[in-house]
Structures are given as structure tokens and as C-alpha cells.
């Protein structure tokens, strides 16, 4: 396989899984424009809190995507259609126990999130209606990740694209139709996203079994302890591996907001210039998640090294493109984000930061994909958690000495240590390996 091959290949799967990525926070970006529209702005906290509280409760499920998609694309590669099933099924159950689990404890997990958040009354009355609405699509919710992590490892990211944006735009029609048409208010906007999250699944579900040959399992086959011993294992580190990252991202959160109103808003505003750059990072992330999985099962140790050094230059690419825009119009960007000028003036104090994200964090973002396609979960949670250690001890060395700048340089040295831990250990285990 030449070059130009496998450039087409890697783009193929990268550019529709960037375009997911952009267009699957719009999901709530919809709810809060529509409420915004509603004259209080009790509505909007209310959505930005239960927004909060399904970030922090689906996000520690994101394993069910990851794992979905590194045993399928080795089954993929290797022709084992039975497996390629078996995998899909396996986790649609686990799935749809999760979700049942959610839906039935819904009560007392919303007074502890809401009890966390420490909202005023009003806006915990409505934030409490939109959770209890919109908790009924959490089986929908992770067997939708679930199908899209597992159409990924059968090489098909536009399916996930257009799932996506069919989920985004039935959320729209549903919330305003409810919304302006029939005055439902929150309970509205709750029931359209709802809508849309059914809408998704039963869309991600129909292509999964109209497109591909689907071998059903009996319930003995997916409850086989070897399979399934596997299955957790490898799902385990992930979350575990999500905890560490959710972990990282609380505190930094955190420690802004110790710092007061503004700080807060501050690092707000700054870390969507990180969240811009994952959005494509993310993207050459999932090919190496498609690719390192199919050539692995393959047994195609020549492919996978080529494939995992063409996904890392363009890495390389992107994080020095993204470098330059940061630099040269950094300023812009701050000033597009928010119009409070005293926060775009403190942000600007911390811009040298941001500019050194894309290339302290490119190969932490590359090498992610590529260890989830070869399953090497253990070494992940390993890097990670070692990231992890290195963002707390400088932490708690340089913030009571550089306040702010501390906490950034703690985050800047957490991306270096993932980006260099994950290539050392990529190059042993991975080509060597393989």
C-alpha cells in the first residue's frame, strides 16, 4: 500500500469523525439557545446545570464507544463476522442495563448531582424537571455509543457522521415545535432532545442492520466468561482511564473557580481553544482507533507502522497550524468568545499558554486512538495515570507560587507527559510488537 493510500484512508475515516465531533455538542448548544429565547434566565442555568449533569454522567461511559471500536476493528480485519456481532451485542446489553439502571435510580442520583451543584431554588426545581425528562434516553444515549464506536471499527465513520447530524436537526424540530408551537417550556425542550436521542438510536440501529450481516447470539454465547472477561477488562481500563481525565478536568475547573467570578470565566473562555483543537485531533484519533485495530487483526505489521506514522504527521501538521492561528489570532478568537472586556484582558495574560497546547498534546491524542484499535488499554490507564500523578505534584509545587500560571503549567506538563509516555511505550509495544 503506497502512500497516497494510506493518506486517502486515514482522511476517509478523520474528516467525517471531525465532523461529528464539531456537530455533537450542538445537541445542547440548541437547548440553551432555544431557552435563551424564553425571557428568564433561570432557563438557562437550569439547562446548563442538567447540560452539566449528563456530561458528568454519560461521560464516564465513554468506554462503551472505545471498546466498541478497537475489538471490532481487530474482528474486521481478521474476517471474524461472528465476532464482529458478537462485540456489538455484548455491549448494546451492557448498554441498555446501564441505561435501565439510570432511569431507575433517576431520583436519588439527581439530589446528589443537584445537591453538588448548589444551584438556587428555582433553578434546581427546573434543572430537577429537565433531568427527570430527559434521564428516559439513557439507554438510547449509550446504545448509541455502543453502534457509532462499533460502525468506526467496521471502518464506516460517515454513518456516525450523519447519525449526528440527523439527531441534531430532529432536536431542533422536536424542541421548537414543543417549545414555540405548544408552550411547553423546559418540559419541552427536554421532551424534543428526548425525541432526538430515540430518533438517533433507532437511525444508528437500522444501519447496523440493514448495512451489515448481523449474526445474532444467543444469550449463553454473550454471557461466555472468556468473552466477556475480555470485554471488561478492556473497559475497565477505560473508564478507569476516564476517571483520571474527568479527575484532571474537575480540579482545573475547581481551582478557577476558587480563584473568583472571573478566573473562573478566564479558564472557561481558554479552554475552548483546547476543546477546538480536540475536535480535529479527535478526528485522526478515531483512524488510528479504525486503522491499528483492522491491521492488527490483519496481522499487517507493515500497514499498521505506516499507518500509525502517517496519522502522527498529521498530527504533527495540525498542531503546528493550530499553533499559528493561536499565535497570530489568538486575540480574535478571545474576542469572538466573549464580549466582557475585562476577561478578554486577564485571558490575554494567559494566551502563551494555549499556544503551547496543540503541540504538547498532539501525539496524547494520536497515540490514544491507535492504543484503543490495538486494545492496549492497560498501558493507556497506565500513561494516564501517571499524567495524572505529574498534573497533581506540579499542581500543588507551582500554583502556591505562580497562582493561575501554576495551575496552566500543570495542565501543559499533564498533555507533555501523555504525549511522551504514550510514544515510548507506542514504538516498543506497538511496531515492535505487531
Keep these: 500500500m503506497g502512500k497516497e493510500s ?19 455538542p450542538l445537541l445542547g448548544l440548541v437547548d440553551v439557545a432555544i431557552v435563551g429565547h424564553m425571557g428568564a434566565a433561570a432557563y438557562i442555568g437550569a439547562i446548563a446545570v442538567g447540560g452539566s ?22 474482528c474486521y480485519g481478521s474476517g471474524d463476522k461472528e465476532g464482529q456481532s458478537k462485540i456489538l451485542e455484548q455491549a448494546l ?8 439502571l439510570m432511569i431507575a435510580l433517576r431520583h436519588p442520583v439527581c439530589e446528589a448531582v443537584l445537591w453538588f451543584m448548589d444551584v438556587d431554588t428555582t433553578t434546581r426545581e427546573l434543572a430537577r424537571t429537565y433531568f427527570l425528562i430527559l434521564i428516559w434516553g439513557a439507554p438510547a444515549v449509550l446504545g448509541n455509543y455502543v453502534i457509532c464506536g462499533w460502525l468506526l471499527g467496521m471502518q464506516n465513520s460517515k454513518a456516525t457522521m450523519w447519525i449526528s447530524i440527523f439527531i441534531n436537526l430532529c432536536n431542533i424540530a422536536a424542541s421548537c415545535t414543543l417549545v414555540y408551537a405548544l408552550h411547553y417550556n423546559i418540559p419541552g425542550v427536554a421532551l424534543g432532545t428526548l425525541c432526538a436521542q430515540w430518533a438517533g438510536f433507532f437511525l444508528a440501529a437500522s444501519i447496523a442492520l440493514l448495512r451489515y450481516d448481523i449474526v445474532l447470539c ?4 454473550l ?25 484532571v478536568t474537575l480540579w482545573f475547573t475547581r481551582t478557577g473557580a476558587r480563584q473568583g467570578e472571573e478566573m473562573l470565566a478566564v479558564n472557561a473562555l481558554l479552554m475552548q481553544f483546547f476543546t477546538l483543537f480536540s475536535f480535529f485531533m479527535d478526528g485522526f484519533g478515531f483512524s488510528g482507533e479504525a486503522l491499528a485495530g483492522k491491521y492488527i487483526g490483519a496481522g499487517d505489521k507493515p500497514r499498521l507502522s505506516k499507518s500509525i506514522i502517517k496519522i502522527c504527521r498529521w498530527g504533527l501538521l495540525l498542531a503546528v497550524i493550530f499553533t ?13 468568545l466573549s464580549d466582557d472586556h475585562k476577561v478578554v484582558a486577564h485571558a490575554r495574560e494567559y ?47 507551582a500554583y502556591p507560587l505562580l497562582g493561575n500560571h501554576g495551575l496552566w503549567l500543570a495542565f501543559i506538563c499533564y498533555l507533555l507527559t501523555r504525549s511522551v509516555a504514550l510514544s515510548i511505550i507506542g514504538r516498543r509495544y506497538l511496531i515492535r510488537k505487531h
Design 6 to 24: 494510506i493518506n486517502r484512508e486515514i482522511l476517509h475515516l478523520a474528516v467525517p469523525s471531525i465532523v461529528t465531533n464539531i456537530t455533537t
Design 53 to 74: 449533569m449528563f456530561n458528568m454522567l454519560y461521560w464516564l461511559f465513554g468506554f462503551l464507544r472505545m471498546g466498541s471500536s478497537g475489538m471490532t476493528a481487530q
Design 93 to 100: 446489553l451492557v448498554a441498555l442495563i446501564a441505561g435501565a
Design 218 to 221: 444467543r444469550l449463553k454465547e
Design 223 to 247: 454471557c461466555e466468561l472468556k468473552g466477556l472477561k475480555r470485554f471488561f477488562r478492556i473497559n475497565g481500563d477505560i473508564f478507569l482511564r476516564t476517571v483520571c481525565l474527568v479527575t
Design 324 to 336: 499559528i492561528i493561536y499565535a497570530v489570532g489568538g486575540d480574535l478568537l478571545l474576542r469572538l
Design 351 to 397: 494566551m502563551y499558554w494555549v499556544i503551547t497546547i496543540p503541540v504538547a498534546g498532539f501525539l496524547a491524542f494520536t497515540w490514544d486512538g491507535v492504543f484503543i484499535g490495538a486494545t492496549a488499554t492497560r498501558e493507556m490507564l497506565m500513561t494516564m495515570a501517571c499524567a495524572t500523578a505529574i498534573f497533581f505534584a506540579t499542581y500543588f509545587i
